[in-house]
């Protein structure tokens, strides 16, 4: 089955530049897309289609795929971004697949 | 304003029913797939089922033959009846929207429903 691999944890200071990568075969194909989740709430969409911010989330979040690697890049990272990010991606026989998640801390 | 509302969870034995709802309000909600993802205790997420806006049923190699999506878009309504449920399903599950028609990933979701098989 496909999988969709991300690192367990990411730390950085505030104001730091936050990177949480995501690796898959399908990527250089499917779109990759990120979810924040916050302790206790329902995810929150914050790229899709590989780098297009909905409307709402802050400049900070961006995000790059190059091959099989998509980058979520938070640009001075705030305390308040501290949370769990998810990538999400399809494969090519339409499977949903969510990564593992990473632990995001900025402390 | 979209809002999916998520219903019907609580605690199962092993082995029984249960069926989720989540109705759904704020958007035409004919024209977009709509998904089920849970997410056990201190787990990640897992996509288990999509349904196209037309009745095309997806469902994730875990539950199936167990879980069933279904929706009814006279009542702008999501469903999911899972059966033998087993302690491995205990889980938030959360209902979501897709992005698009023809496009993958969710862009909203309900609050979440807990569901705990426990004897």
């Known amino acids: 089955s496909y999988e969709l691999t991300q690192p367990p944890s990411v730390s950085v200071s505030p104001g730091q530049t936050a990177r949480i990568t995501c690796s898959g075969d399908e990527l250089p194909k499917k779109y990759a897309y990120w979810y924040q989740q916050k302790s206790g709430q329902a995810p929150v969409l914050v790229i899709y289609e590989d780098f297009k911010r909905p409307s709402g989330i802050p400049e900070r979040f961006s995000a790059s795929s190059s091959g099989t690697v998509a980058t979520l890049i938070i640009s001075g990272a705030l305390v308040e971004d501290d949370a769990d990010y998810y990538c999400?991606?399809?494969?090519?026989?339409?499977?949903?697949?969510f990564g593992g998640g990473t632990k995001l801390t900025v402390l | 304003e979209v809002q999916l509302l998520e219903s019907g969870g609580g605690l199962v034995q092993p082995g029984g029913y249960l069926r989720l709802s989540c109705t759904a309000s704020g958007f035409a909600f004919t024209n977009f797939a709509m998904n089920w993802v849970r997410q056990a205790p201190g787990k990640g997420l897992e996509w288990i089922a999509a349904v196209s806006g037309s009745g095309a049923t997806y469902h994730a190699d875990s539950v199936k033959g167990r879980f069933t999506i279904s929706r009814d878009n006279s009542k702008n309504t999501l469903y999911l009846q899972m059966n033998t449920l087993t302690t491995d399903d205990t889980a938030v599950y959360y209902c979501?929207?897709?992005?698009?028609?023809?496009?993958?990933?969710?862009?909203?979701w309900g609050q979440g429903s807990l569901v705990i098989v426990s004897s």
């Open positions: 979501a929207k897709d992005l698009g028609p023809g496009r993958s990933g969710f862009d909203y």
């Open positions: 999400y991606s399809t494969d090519t026989v339409g499977h949903r697949v």
